[in-house]
T-cell receptor, first 112, second 114 residues
């Protein structure tokens, strides 16, 4: 079984809708991250969490919110989706911030 | 302002030849560097890393070189194989970073031609 899972894997939604992307991990890591990937822009950090009580904004947090429900779960929400949030979204975990990050398989989101 | 730069968006190499992917950084506090590899429809996976106390780290066909004075690192793949075709991301962090997460470059798409 995969160590980092993301649901859904693909999602199509309409402008203005609220959508939640979920991430679960079985690696026992405290640190979890949400990134988005756009063509030519690489991986950009949206939010990160170093433990259940810690949430930090990343490079591009506007329009997003997160919830760290447990050590193993970190959810990303788009409160009111807009077309420029169409992207590939990745969750990642790490044991320490300076250590290797393990990525989930990604969620492909299309906002119409 | 980009702190980690991968100036070549794409690279094509013949099978069996050497692939060299480059990465430059601007933050002098960075002292630990990682390369990730990403196939389509999959998440990035860790490939190789190097800390600033070294100038070279080798793992099989993959070698990373670090030139601290030039703030430059490179990933060498020898010999290149078609299965190496992927997007490669360079990432950097200060070793004693506290709560600073990894900073990624924009990636280089490598195509290995059979």
């Amino acid at each position: 079984d995969a160590d980092v899972t993301q649901t859904p894997r693909n999602r199509i939604t309409k402008t203005g809708k609220r959508i939640m992307l979920e991430c679960s991990q079985t690696k026992g890591h405290d640190r979890m991250y949400w990134y988005r990937q756009d063509p030519g822009l690489g991986l950009r950090l949206i939010y990160y969490s170093f433990d259940v009580k810690d949430i930090n904004k990343g490079e591009i947090s506007d329009g997003y919110s997160v919830s760290r429900q447990a050590q193993a779960k970190f959810s990303l929400s788009l409160e009111s989706a807009i077309p420029n949030q169409t992207a590939l979204y990745f969750c990642a975990t790490s044991a320490e911030v300076s250590e290797t990050q393990y990525f989930g398989p990604g969620t492909r989101l299309l906002v119409l | 302002d980009q702190q980690v730069k991968q100036n070549s968006p794409s690279l094509s190499v013949q099978e069996g030849r050497i692939s060299i992917l480059n990465c430059d950084y601007t933050n002098s506090m960075f002292d630990y560097f990682l390369w990730y590899k990403k196939y389509p429809a999959e998440g990035p996976t860790f490939l190789i890393s190097i800390s600033s106390i070294k100038d070279k780290n080798e793992d099989g066909r993959f070698t990373v070189f670090l030139n601290k004075s030039a703030k430059h690192l490179s990933l060498h793949i020898v010999p290149s194989q078609p299965g190496d075709s992927a997007v490669y991301f360079c990432a950097a962090i200060p070793w004693n970073s506290g709560n600073t997460p990894l900073v990624f470059g924009k990636g280089t798409r490598l195509s290995v031609i059979a």
